[in-house]
């Protein structure tokens, strides 16, 4: 299939699914949302575009598995808020034949133990919820510009007594141009359906997403900028509880251009030498999602990331701020044939 032909149905797909979607944002399995790699949570949470030889962005985008990340490994861990764990692993391989890029990957979160209890409020145990989404990854360079790739998701949830499960594809499409260094790309992600439903109950849909990025590496500064727009398919995404607001008097509406800024994360990376770099974000909408009215909204929406990059090893440090709170995140990336990153 060539790439022009591949747009065009993408297109065509992308009117199809988005029609079918939720508007109301009640969607089901929103962990898939959860970045996989401190990278991606150092950038703001969301990037498809970002160029690096990190195996784990693979997890946000098919597209950016690369032939250069042949045999590499990356976990991830998330101490995230109010003793939830965020585990993900991601690992890829060449296919010198085909010239394919595969991948394995695995996205676990753990809620803690929750007291079980019957409508009287009499307890009678505890119990561990938790959800995972086992990935099959594939990406394939056309020309010397264009690399496709597809993820295929497994996807199982367990909350005591009610389960679900369900499958879900990612599509991705990325342009690079290496002499002026820069990467732009799309991603279509959560096209899916739920196998089976919490007891029984009607099905729910997944959090479909619609992405595009850009990121652009200066020729004569360490530096690289990346703009990404999330939920392309529907105009206003905040999160508005009007009884609530009315409560706390709150009675301010959101604008064209609030609406219009909550689809967007811009982050840069800081290349302090070929060992250490810098990261940062910004998260428009999960600082409008995370203020309070009449109250101090600090660092919201903010976050940042340091990577060590040893030739055999690198350490992945991200965090970032809610509220009074943070998360710390790592990846570690390496070679399991313990070549050289």
């Excluded at 990957?105 to 145990?125: F, K, R, V």
């Excluded at 594809?169 to 820069?182: A, E, F, H, R």
Aim: overall charge positive; aromatic content about 12%; charged content about 10%.
């Amino acid at each position: 299939m060539t790439i022009k032909k591949f747009v065009i149905s993408l297109f065509f797909f992308v009117a199809t699914e988005s029609l079918a979607q939720t508007l109301g944002g009640n969607t089901v399995y929103n962990f898939l949302s959860q970045p996989g790699s401190a990278q991606v949570s150092a950038l703001g949470g969301i990037n498809i575009s970002n160029q690096s030889n990190d195996v784990s962005m693979g997890l946000s985008n098919p597209a950016l598995l690369r032939k250069s990340m042949n045999q590499q490994i990356a976990t991830s861990f998330n101490g995230f808020l109010a003793g939830i764990s965020n585990y993900s692993a991601v690992a890829s391989f060449f296919q010198e034949r085909h010239q394919i890029n595969w991948g394995v990957g695995l996205q676990y979160l753990h809620y803690g133990n929750i007291t079980q209890t019957d409508a009287a409020g009499s307890i009678l145990g505890t119990f561990k919820p938790n959800d995972f989404a086992l990935q099959f990854l594939v990406s394939k360079q056309y020309n010397n510009y264009f690399h496709v790739g597809a993820a295929a998701k497994f996807i199982q949830s367990n909350y005591g007594l009610y389960r679900s499960s369900g499958i879900a594809i990612d599509i991705g499409l990325t342009y690079s141009d290496t002499v002026n260094q820069i990467q732009a790309s799309v991603a279509i992600k959560n096209m899916g359906t739920q196998l089976s439903t919490y007891g029984g109950a009607a099905k729910e849909e997944l959090p479909f997403d619609l992405q595009a990025g850009v990121s652009k590496k200066l020729a004569n500064a360490p530096l690289q900028f990346s703009l990404t727009a999330h939920n392309l398919h529907r105009l206003n995404i905040l999160y508005n509880d009007t009884a609530f607001n009315a409560s706390e008097g709150d009675l301010r509406t959101a604008g064209f251009l609030q609406k219009t800024f909550a689809h967007l994360v811009f982050a840069t990376q800081i290349y302090l030498n070929e060992k250490v770099e810098i990261s940062l974000g910004y998260n428009f909408l999960r600082r409008q999602d995370l203020n309070i009215f009449n109250t101090t909204s600090g660092l919201n929406g903010l976050t940042a990331g340091a990577d060590f990059l040893h030739k055999k090893l690198h350490i992945r440090y991200a965090t970032g701020f809610y509220q009074q709170k943070v998360f710390h995140q790592f990846t570690l990336n390496f070679n399991f044939a313990g070549s050289t990153l």
